[in-house]
């Protein structure tokens, strides 16, 4: 005689209409990379648009083009990611401020 396995339970459900608030976000990563990408093309036109003797007068050090568009390019990535991220806090608290109320069906499983 072969022993007959026990019959599963279904497990209780509990289903439970909720009322939300949905805020709209800006996604930061966005503006800290188009941030960082407009300071990239900044450094480049000012490594162009400044042309210098070629020597520092402090150091007696004669840099080139792609030492001084390195230099540069530190500086306003820093600089662009920061005035992206400035932005993107703006953005929040003027177009997130509005929330939406949304109805949703939540379901639970117990065990």
């Keep these: 005689m072969a022993e007959q396995p026990a019959p599963e339970r279904p497990s209780p459900v509990r289903d439970d209409i909720e009322t939300v608030s949905v805020r709209r976000a800006p996604k930061y990563g966005v503006f800290l990379a188009a941030g960082a990408f407009i300071g990239i093309l ?21 840099y080139s083009e792609l030492q001084v568009f390195g230099f540069t390019a530190l500086i306003c990535i820093v600089v662009g990611c920061t005035v992206g991220a400035v932005v993107a806090l703006i953005f929040e608290r003027t177009v997130g401020s509005r929330t939406r109320q949304v109805i949703v069906d939540h379901e639970r499983h117990g065990a």
């Design 42 to 62: 900044v450094a480049l036109v000012l490594t162009f648009a400044i042309q210098g003797s070629g020597m520092s007068p402090y150091t007696q050090v004669v």
